[in-house]
């Protein structure tokens, strides 16, 4: 009865004014992450007259503390039972409730804590792409529809700004048109707006490449190759075409079209990588299971074949276990894996997951760090305590030379100096980047500092 009557729905606002807004993307502002919510809103005004059955916003903002610290992530669950008492009733359980919550391993919240908009700038230009370790999500586009259908709380734009390079995107032919769809439910959204915004970003960020399956959803005629091509040709010139394995100086700054449907070759395959999509998980109770697979799959890409993409879903849905509720706990779980491993410059591919958390994010990115390139950097502090002692130590072997008073008065001057500056060094600190991709990560900065030492 609920199938039927979204699947009218979203049927009913394609005939009525989706499909007017279709063809042609409207020119937008891509500084504003936030605006893609506001656009999809002012495509199908319809959506604020169905609340049941639209988005469903949030009443209340749940900060969890402790989602920066290193203890544990497996204590995550416990935290939020905690915070949120309605959790014991089932509708939470199974994924329905109003709270939005933003941990370091999951987020539901409209905006990431942090961005990394040009984290791929510190990969050497040799490496292969399928050497990469990089986040991506389940569902692209699925942001409204509620719980049942909701898999992503931020928008494709913070997406990413947030990190992300791999995109799941489904449309669904109508007409010649590609209105993107999750299942049954219309995502207010088309392919045509969705080539827009990548392509925005990377004009304004070259160094990076983004990955985007692109798969027929609920229409299922198999022949969706032509109406992809009108869409397309548009950016012809940021796509990659070919099935070969490039490396990331060959693909910076273009999509690469992952190909599931039928057709002459746009660009790589989708069948051509290892892929693990053990997606139906009937019930929580069924969540161990889930996280197996993934596990198993993560194991073999960091020993599997170099030359071939390894793709990880750990995104899940079941009857009594709805994607945002999945997510809570297996997001943990992968944060909790990942954390283990870092050091160990392992390879893991791409890991795709439901309601991400930019520290989540930042965790998989740090795994690309290995064979980066030296950087030539002396700390300016050094310099100045090198040259204040050797003109200390010049001073010392030249008191025959001067008179022996204004000779110590210069020591003593040069030693207070070598002292007070790095007293305040300490004090005010200096900006260190932190772990990440071969320091190209604008945004991470952490201060090294008197307090932190």
């Known amino acids: 009865?609920?199938?039927?009557?979204?699947?009218?729905?979203?049927?009913?606002?394609?005939?009525?004014?989706?499909?007017?807004?279709?063809?042609?993307?409207?020119?937008?502002?891509?500084?504003?992450?936030?605006?893609?919510?506001?656009?999809?809103?002012?495509?199908?005004?319809?959506?604020?007259?169905?609340?049941?059955?639209?988005?469903?916003?949030?009443?209340?903002?749940?900060?969890?503390?402790?989602?920066?610290?290193?203890?544990d992530a497996s204590s995550g669950e416990d935290r939020h039972q905690s915070i949120v008492p309605t959790m014991q009733s089932l509708p939470s359980v199974i994924g329905f409730t109003y709270s939005a919550l933003q941990r370091r391993d999951f987020d539901d919240t409209s905006s990431p804590a942090f961005f990394n908009r040009s984290w791929m700038a510190g990969i050497p230009d040799s490496w292969l792409l399928s050497k990469v370790t990089m986040p991506g999500t389940h569902n692209t586009m699925a942001l409204y529809f509620g719980p049942f259908a909701k898999c992503q709380s931020w928008n494709l734009t913070s997406q990413l700004h947030a990190g992300v390079r791999f995109l799941d995107i489904r449309v669904c032919y109508f007409w010649g048109n590609l209105p993107i769809f999750h299942g049954v439910t219309y995502q207010f959204t088309h392919f045509g707006r969705v080539l827009e915004d990548v392509a925005d970003f990377l004009r304004h960020y070259p160094s990076e490449t983004v990955l985007m399956r692109l798969k027929e959803e609920r229409s299922n005629t198999k022949d969706i190759h032509g109406a992809v091509?009108?869409?397309?040709?548009?950016?012809?010139?940021?796509?990659?075409?070919?099935?070969?394995?490039?490396?990331?100086?060959?693909?910076?700054?273009?999509?690469?079209?992952?190909?599931?449907?039928?057709?002459?070759?746009?660009?790589?395959?989708?069948?051509?990588?290892?892929?693990?999509?053990?997606?139906?998980?009937?019930?929580?109770?069924?969540?161990?299971?889930?996280?197996?697979?993934?596990?198993?799959?993560?194991?073999?890409?960091?020993?599997?074949?170099?030359?071939?993409?390894?793709?990880?879903?750990?995104?899940?849905?079941?009857?009594?276990?709805?994607p945002n509720a999945i997510a809570r706990r297996i997001n943990a779980s992968l944060y909790t894996y990942l954390s283990a491993k870092v050091g160990q410059n392992q390879r893991f591919g791409i890991i795709t997951m439901d309601f991400p958390a930019a520290p989540l994010v930042q965790l998989i990115i740090d795994f690309n760090s290995e064979g980066c390139p030296a950087q030539p950097y002396i700390p300016i502090y050094l310099i100045v305590l090198g040259v204040s002692s050797l003109f200390g130590l010049f001073l010392t072997y030249t008191q025959d030379s001067g008179e022996e008073g204004s000779v110590h008065v210069l020591i003593s001057a040069s030693i207070s100096v070598v002292q007070v500056f790095t007293l305040c060094w300490f004090i005010s600190g200096g900006d260190q980047p932190a772990q990440g991709v071969c320091l190209a990560n604008e945004a991470h900065l952490t201060p090294l500092t008197l307090w932190s030492i």
């Not at 070969?244 to 790589?268: S, Y």
């Not at 009937?282 to 793709?311: C, D, M, Y």
């Open 1 to 71: 009865m609920l199938s039927s009557a979204i699947k009218q729905f979203g049927v009913s606002a394609l005939m009525t004014g989706g499909v007017g807004h279709v063809r042609t993307a409207e020119p937008h502002s891509s500084g504003n992450a936030s605006s893609g919510e506001d656009r999809h809103q002012s495509i199908v005004p319809t959506m604020q007259s169905l609340p049941s059955l639209g988005h469903f916003r949030t009443a209340e903002m749940i900060i969890d503390e402790n989602h920066y610290s290193s203890e």
């Open 229 to 322: 091509m009108e869409y397309i040709h548009h950016h012809a010139h940021l796509l990659w075409h070919s099935r070969r394995m490039p490396t990331i100086g060959e693909v910076r700054g273009k999509i690469i079209v992952l190909q599931d449907f039928p057709g002459p070759d746009l660009g790589m395959r989708y069948a051509s990588l290892n892929i693990a999509d053990e997606w139906m998980v009937p019930t929580l109770l069924h969540v161990e299971e889930k996280w197996q697979s993934v596990h198993e799959h993560l194991e073999a890409a960091q020993v599997g074949n170099r030359t071939q993409i390894f793709l990880t879903y750990t995104s899940g849905f079941g009857l009594l276990a709805f």
